[in-house]
């Protein structure tokens, strides 16, 4: 079955405590992405990355990194969580960039105490 | 300025009937693409429909379609006969062909809410 799955679904971490969020994919998509969603802000990209070993900022960047090692997977790091970034993170991949549909991940929530 | 505007944060239907959520979009490239997801309680984002600006035919997918009017720049998602599932958050996105890089831009959605 075609599908992008992240782990872990729930997270709860403390200030400053680094995590990673993994995704994957099995579709052999070149483009994979990542976007945090908050109430009454829609989603909003953060990290893209077009191929293995190319990744580009989205519009809030700030206090996340990301790999592209390998093509099927796109860790999203936080280093040093705040409670700002608190939110629901989804993954997405498509086939390039001018792919007429993005497959998304079933999301992960974090909590930043 | 906001690339993806959805001006309704909700909306109410009853079941069998047909409603239509409201899309408008600014961009200066000629060659884009417009999608709308819905989003259940769950969680998940589901791709619903896809609409190209070069494409002449409004998109249409099952009981979805896209009224599209490329003049007004607006991408309205038209869901006939509304189901009990149908209940969920629907986000109009845009995708950008001629921009530097490429991002998939939401909009901030639409609750709808579908009553027996």
């Known amino acids: 079955e075609a599908q992008v799955t992240q782990n872990p679904r729930y997270l709860i971490t403390v200030t400053g405590k680094k995590l990673t969020v993994t995704c994957s994919q099995n579709m052999n998509h070149e483009y994979m992405s990542w976007y945090r969603q908050d109430p009454g802000l829609g989603l909003r990209q953060i990290y893209y990355?077009?191929?293995?070993?190319?990744?580009d900022k989205g519009d809030v960047p700030e206090g996340y990194k990301v790999s592209r090692k390998e093509k099927r997977n796109f860790p999203l790091i936080l280093e040093s969580p705040s409670p700002n970034q608190t939110s629901l993170y989804f993954c997405?991949?498509?086939?390039?960039?001018?792919?007429?549909?993005?497959?998304f991940g079933q999301g992960t929530r974090l909590t930043v105490v | 300025a906001q690339k993806i505007t959805q001006t309704q944060p909700g909306m109410f239907v009853q079941e069998k009937e047909a409603v239509t959520l409201d899309c408008t979009y600014d961009t200066s490239d000629p060659s884009y693409g417009l999608f709308w997801y819905k989003q259940p309680s769950s969680g998940e984002m589901i791709f619903l429909i896809y609409?190209?600006?070069?494409?002449?035919q409004n998109a249409t997918e099952g009981r979805y379609s896209l009224n599209f009017q490329k003049a007004r720049k607006s991408a309205n998602l038209v869901i006939s006969a509304s189901q009990l599932g149908d209940s969920a958050m629907y986000f109009c996105?845009?995708?950008?062909?001629?921009?530097?890089?490429?991002?998939?831009?939401f909009g901030k959605g639409t609750m709808l809410l579908v009553s027996p």
């Open positions: 996105a845009m995708r950008e062909w001629d921009s530097g890089y490429s991002t998939l831009t």
């Open positions: 997405a991949s498509s086939y390039g960039q001018l792919s007429t549909e993005a497959f």
């Open positions: 990355s077009m191929n293995v070993e190319v990744t």
């Open positions: 609409q190209g600006s070069y494409d002449q």
